[in-house]
């Protein structure tokens, strides 16, 4: 419930409801705790580095929620970005859904729209209540090295028709849906958390492709949306990114869309603002541009400067409060609708996990469908009675879009459940010459080989060890990307058989053994273009 008007809330006030922060640890920072005691901190967002198991991270939310509740009134929006799949800030204890684009490989909105449901109804029992997801960005070019497997596929019409059954799936579960990254991050060949990209298309395009599935979400009611950090020369011919721009934000979405919900940014500490034009700029910049939920996602410092920026703003006369008032409504009207979740901060027992057999159930059926053949089936189904080596890359390294997990079920682990003689070799997404030699020299033994790929288009080592091991004569050599399906591109010809799995969670890896093994046909369709669509 929230307690307090916006008549009631002071300049400071109101603007610390407009600043949504992240902080380290799994129990809340002196940082964090005074920023909401003294600022009236309006939103807080998850990351891996808070949360353990659903029992911490309900008592965690739990005590965040009473806090704001003592120090004014008004309960947080707590967010986090569980799309599924590859991009799990936590995966213990929870519903190892499966992300976008193995869903858009089944092409089943209502599984979209189940698995939604799932993640929302876990969230809930934790006390977050918002998720930044689904993306609706179309990943309509291979080479974009941000979305991929984000993007549930390469059309406006796959998009939109899952990514708003997921909309509906997360509000009907008392969680605050987030479309992203208006207005499509999708066709991009740069990140936006190192660069500062641009889609250059003509706007009949970009209404013809990129706009299509916001404009369905923003008319079936989706209570948030995300803007990107990228150029949009078509619509803001001033060298703006989306989210400081008045053209995108005001102009096309709140005009053209017809969009009266939130709008939130993505995190400004990415560099493509922090490095262009500074957080304390880029904060007043958002909010001049129509923004009403600004995101500071890691620095103190940071997070403090955008909200003085802001305050010094309105104060200087830069801003109307009106201005500022606008946005607070909004957020407010969307706590009024959600922040009750977390205010309960519902209790779980230490060890306690969400899911239940039927959604285990969902993700695995999701996973199983998902699975596709894009070349040759002559190599399967592989030989039990012949020992068969696995390749797989484990990454050592994390981003904002990858996690350093250490998978115990890999695709050797389930192909030796079902009695394979299996030998494992793990090598990094870069592997490194003797990485590459030390597999080579192993293969020259081995009579069936399965090489698990993982980003390979953007990893030369990959690729190279994918051409010496096609290129070994005796050995049956399958691929299987566990990520990217663009990979194949960058493959030998002599890859004969060549498997999409767009993810290397536990239940890809059991489908994808059960597929290596003949016990399942791969059923999935490929969702998006191998190559760069001009669509």
């Excluded at 979209?112 to 993306?135: D, H, Q, R, W």
């Excluded at 990858?402 to 030796?416: H, I, K, N």
């Excluded at 060549?498 to 290397?504: D, G, R, V």
Aim: hydrophobic content about 45%; aromatic content about 4%; overall charge negative.
């Amino acid at each position: 419930m929230v307690s307090k008007g916006i008549g009631e809330l002071t300049l400071r006030q109101k603007i610390g409801q407009m600043l949504m922060c992240g902080f380290h640890g799994t129990e809340p920072s002196e940082d964090i705790e005074r920023l909401i005691r003294e600022e009236h901190l309006g939103g807080i967002i998850y990351f891996r580095r808070n949360l353990t198991e659903p029992a911490q991270v309900a008592k965690l939310s739990a005590s965040l929620q009473q806090l704001a509740l003592a120090n004014g009134g008004v309960p947080l929006l707590i967010a986090i970005d569980q799309e599924g799949g590859m991009v799990m800030r936590i995966d213990q204890g929870v519903t190892p859904i499966p992300g976008s684009m193995a869903l858009g490989a089944t092409g089943d909105a209502e599984a979209a729209y189940e698995a939604a449901k799932v993640t929302g109804s876990e969230l809930k029992a934790m006390g977050i209540n918002m998720n930044f997801a689904p993306c609706l960005d179309i990943n309509n070019n291979p080479l974009n090295p941000v979305i991929g497997v984000r993007s549930y596929g390469g059309d406006a019409e796959t998009v939109g028709r899952l990514g708003t059954a997921a909309v509906r799936g997360y509000q009907e579960a008392g969680i605050a849906a987030t479309v992203k990254h208006f207005p499509g991050h999708g066709d991009t060949g740069e990140d936006s958390h190192t660069a500062l990209p641009v889609v250059p298309h003509p706007r009949e395009r970009l209404d013809r492709l990129e706009l299509a599935p916001f404009r369905r979400a923003a008319e079936l009611g989706v209570d948030a949306v995300m803007t990107a950090h990228v150029l949009f020369p078509a619509v803001e011919p001033e060298r703006l990114p989306a989210t400081l721009s008045p053209r995108v934000i005001d102009g096309l979405l709140r005009q053209e869309l017809g969009y009266d919900g939130v709008v939130v940014t993505d995190c400004l500490e990415m560099n493509a603002i922090a490095e262009h034009y500074g957080i304390a700029e880029g904060a007043v910049m958002a909010v001049e541009a129509g923004a009403d939920l600004v995101l500071v996602s890691h620095r103190i410092e940071r997070q403090q400067t955008a909200l003085d920026a802001l305050v010094q703003a309105v104060e200087s006369g830069r801003i109307r409060e009106e201005r500022i008032d606008r946005s607070v409504e909004r957020l407010l009207a969307l706590k009024r609708r959600v922040a009750s979740a977390a205010v309960a901060g519902a209790t779980l027992a230490p060890g306690a996990s969400l899911a239940t057999e039927a959604s285990q159930r969902l993700a695995e059926r999701i996973a199983e469908r998902s699975v596709t053949l894009l070349r040759g089936e002559a190599e399967l189904p592989l030989d039990p009675a012949k020992p068969v080596l696995v390749v797989w890359p484990e990454v050592q390294v994390g981003t904002e879009v990858d996690e350093v997990l250490a998978r115990r079920e890999t695709a050797g682990y389930w192909l030796t459940q079902l009695n394979y003689q299996v030998r494992e070799e793990r090598i990094g997404v870069e592997p490194t010459a003797e990485e590459q030699a030390r597999v080579v020299e192993l293969a020259h033994d081995a009579e069936q080989i399965v090489l698990v790929t993982y980003n390979a288009s953007f990893s030369p080592g990959q690729v190279e060890l994918a051409k010496a091991l096609a290129a070994l004569p005796k050995a049956r050599l399958v691929v299987a990307a566990a990520r990217n399906p663009f990979d194949i591109s960058a493959l030998p010809a002599g890859v004969k058989t060549y498997l999409a799995c767009y993810e290397n969670t536990p239940f890809a890896m059991k489908a994808l053994a059960r597929v290596l093994a003949g016990e399942l046909a791969a059923q999935g369709k490929l969702p998006a273009p191998l190559e760069a669509s001009e669509g």
